[in-house]
């Protein structure tokens, strides 16, 4: 018996399997990145009970994370705050009146992320479109969202939602 026939038919079978294996691979990586923020820890058992509770005012600020010692690296978990950098997040977002906005119209703001804001005071679009760069990046870090905000042009976002509500 002669083998050479079925070698074009096992070649395509073999691609075909191979590229079939690329698009499960990848479909399954997008799933799994959508649902990577889920996965992670909510926050440092620790560090909540050290943390003061939270007036109806507060804002983004580095106050919820504590200082390493110097020559300490920080515990898995926590970030190393920025002295002084929790008073200009304070001016920076200030507390807002009214009923809270709609912040999941922002895109890249899904629920869990609107939470997340609501608790450090951001209820507002026009405290988002009032982040400076530095704030925003302060956020961003302290939301562990590696520079989404900028990527995904919130402020710009929220400047132009508050244009459309008015």
Not at 68 to 86: D, H, I, L, N, Q
Not at 141 to 162: D, H, S, Y
Request: proline share 7%; glycine share 6%.
């Amino acid at each position: 018996m002669d083998a050479t026939p079925h070698i074009i038919e096992s070649a395509l079978f073999l691609l075909v399997a191979f590229l079939l294996g690329c698009v499960v691979g990848y479909l399954a990586r997008r799933i799994a990145a959508s649902r990577a923020p889920a996965l992670v820890p909510a926050a440092d058992p620790v560090a909540a009970a050290e943390q003061p509770a939270r007036s109806s005012e507060s804002a983004v600020s580095a106050d919820s994370v504590s200082p390493t010692p110097k020559g300490k690296a920080p515990r898995a978990g926590r970030k190393a705050s920025v002295p002084g950098s929790s008073q200009r997040a304070r001016k920076t977002v200030a507390t807002s009146s009214g009923p809270a906005d709609d912040l999941k119209k922002i895109r890249g703001i899904g629920p869990r992320l609107e939470a997340n804001l609501q608790e450090r005071g951001i209820t507002h679009y026009d405290q988002i479109a009032k982040l400076t760069k530095k704030a925003t990046s302060e956020l961003d870090a302290e939301l562990n969202l590696r520079g989404r905000i900028e990527r995904e042009q919130w402020v710009e976002q929220a400047k132009a939602l508050m244009k459309a509500g008015k």
